[in-house]
């Protein structure tokens, strides 16, 4: 039944599929987006154009689909509409050595509201020395119903917004090679003017490891930031990358900041199954208060997934958001720190509290390898719920993501 | 916030993927890039994702002596190897589509629809998500489909389109034999963690 209403809704559909058709097989501008008619397009300057790395190759049609996924991703809109109105343009990789005249970054973001789709693009531009130039937003809505098409609609939302956004930077701007010279590259300049700063992508746990102020917390957590931000007890410090392991799913952050307040390594880096551990993170932010959320359990099991290196498995209640959250014993020694729950929903069982941590002993090595500080301290010491949690809440920091 | 949607888009997604999987082959392959000279003999467990189509491709890595541990209940490797496929459609051939679409569904199949597009399987080694390394088989496909058949047992590629899917993953294996990036992985993974004996070759 499904199907014959489907085919019915290609019918019904008609009009407005043969006008989008013939819109999209069009390579000028469409006659509907609004440029002033004396400008001349494409200007005759190159254009670095950003997109979050976490947006560019997203395939917006089958998402969720299986295997098949449309290859038409937001790079490919771009790469066919920035050269409508730019003689040249390319995407911003870190380090990028390639000369520009205006810098764009693009932040776009999909949104349902009933049976209303809204594809919105927040666009920033710069000038070669990366002055702000245009900060502002175009976005392209559709109701779906029975007469709103089949076929890649997400897709046309996207180049209608794109289009809307390119055109008002020309109209703004009327940019030629006089008045935006090609002297900027981003081989020496950082990208975190293009971040998006209004809300981060991510926002997950970390702690501090030893008194330089490095932080430590899982790779995943800040693989395509261009901006990061550490808190500890509302002080919010930027940080950098300085190593990282996506194998060990860990990255060390330089925050430049000393403190007394690092966790210790137990030294030999064992730990016995059954133990008490602290685990303290930030999750679900912004959603609960941003403070840190502290749990108890036990080390349950000294193997992880199957197919799992390196991990342990621990009780203590974790949520999105406490990635990178310290295991602390109960002398307030780190264990570990959280990298991955099992979800349930995707094997059909209900789990509780089935939690991993890379343990600690791999990240010693990671550190002795990098070079990189950390104290251990002799097994045996105080240990009772005070000092694991005075520790653990003294070290541990939240971490924001932003593309 | 974009992956919110997915569930509202469903409908319509099954629809474009209903047609999207009626092709059949027209252009040769393009062949992948040149490789590095790193020997990648045996890989430690790795999980496997994807059903292009169907078993085959899994079946026939499994066969290769790197591969023993290649599995689909692997599901806490850090490393993974992702096969899926992707269909690359221009503007052109989108409204050349949809437009043979609308004359097809309105003439009730009299008139086939045909559709154009770039299909390509993609073999990706992720790390913890993040892709190491990418080998892609590319393939130009034309086919005029009816509407109204949907019994398609060639997973939309056509007997043709089928085999050329099915030869990628010797490819796959021919071409990944050497891959620097794999080889500093599974360096890393030895120097953690103690190197897992497989048979070699």
């Known amino acids: ?403 | 916030m974009i992956e919110g949607t997915r569930s509202a888009w469903r409908p319509i997604g099954a629809l474009a993927l209903a047609v999207a999987l009626s092709f059949a082959p027209v252009r040769a392959d393009e062949p992948p890039g040149n490789a590095p000279p790193y020997s990648v003999a045996a890989l430690p467990p790795l999980r496997f994702v994807g059903g292009v189509i169907g078993d085959d491709l899994y079946n026939t890595l499994r066969q290769a002596p790197r591969f023993r541990q290649l599995g689909r209940d692997m599901v806490g490797s850090p490393i993974e190897l992702r096969v899926y496929r992707l269909l690359r459609t221009t503007g052109g051939n989108r409204a050349k589509g949809e437009v043979t679409g609308v004359l097809a569904a309105s003439t009730l199949g009299l008139i086939p629809m045909v559709i154009s597009g770039e299909h390509e399987i993609i073999y990706e080694y992720r790390v913890n998500g993040r892709v190491v390394s990418r080998y892609s088989y590319k393939k130009a496909i034309t086919r005029s489909i009816n509407l109204w058949k949907s019994n398609d047992t060639t997973h939309g590629l056509g007997k043709d389109g089928l085999e050329w899917a099915r030869s990628t993953a010797d490819r796959f294996l021919q071409d990944s034999a050497s891959d620097a990036a794999l080889a500093a992985v599974v360096e890393e993974y030895n120097a953690y963690f103690t190197p897992t004996a497989v048979p070699t070759g």
């Open chain 1, 1 to 403: 039944m499904r199907k014959v209403w489907a085919r019915l809704g290609w019918i019904l559909s008609l009009p407005a599929v043969v006008a989008t058709a013939v819109a999209a097989s069009s390579s000028a501008i469409p006659s509907d987006v609004p440029v002033p008619k004396d400008l001349k397009l494409p200007a005759d300057i190159p254009a670095a154009i950003y997109l979050p790395a976490s947006r560019r190759e997203a395939h917006p049609l089958f998402w969720g689909m299986g295997d098949v996924e449309s290859g038409r991703t937001l790079e490919d809109e771009v790469g066919e509409i920035g050269p409508l109105f730019f003689a040249s343009t390319h995407l911003i990789d870190p380090g990028d050595d390639r000369s520009h005249a205006l810098a764009i970054a693009l932040h776009p973001d999909l949104s349902v509201d009933g049976q209303t789709i809204t594809f919105k693009v927040h666009y920033k531009v710069f000038d070669a020395e990366a002055h702000p130039l245009l900060d502002a937003e175009k976005s392209a809505s559709l109701t779906v119903g029975p007469f709103s098409g089949g076929g890649d609609v997400i897709g046309k939302l996207s180049q209608r917004a794109m289009l809307l956004a390119f055109a008002d930077i020309v109209t703004q701007l009327r940019p030629d090679a006089t008045r935006f010279p090609s002297t900027g590259s981003f081989k020496d300049r950082p990208l975190d003017l293009l971040a998006n700063r209004d809300k981060p992508v991510s926002s997950a746990t970390g702690f501090y490891f030893n008194a330089n102020g490095q932080v430590m917390t899982a790779a995943h957590v800040v693989r395509h930031c261009i901006a990061i931000d550490t808190a500890h007890e509302s002080q919010v410090v930027p940080a950098t990358v300085v190593a990282s392991s996506d194998l060990l799913d860990l990255a060390v952050l330089d925050t430049h900041v000393a403190t007394t307040q690092y966790l210790r390594f137990r030294r030999g880096e064992r730990y016995e199954l059954g133990e008490t551990v602290t685990a303290v993170g930030y999750p679900l932010q912004p959603v609960l208060a941003a403070t840190p959320t502290l749990t108890r359990g036990n080390i349950s099991s000294q193997a992880g997934l199957q197919g799992s290196v390196g991990q342990l498995q621990f009780s203590a209640p974790i949520q999105p958001g406490s990635s990178g959250g310290p295991l602390v014993s109960e002398a307030g020694e780190l264990l570990g720190f959280a990298v991955a729950t099992l979800n349930g929903n995707a094997i059909a069982v209900p789990t509780q509290n089935v939690n991993f941590a890379l343990e600690a002993r791999y990240a010693a090595q990671f550190l002795r390898l990098h070079r990189l500080a950390f104290d251990e301290v002799e097994p045996g010491g105080k240990a009772d719920l005070h000092t694991a949690t005075t520790a653990a809440l003294g070290a541990v920091v939240s971490v924001k993501c932003y593309e």
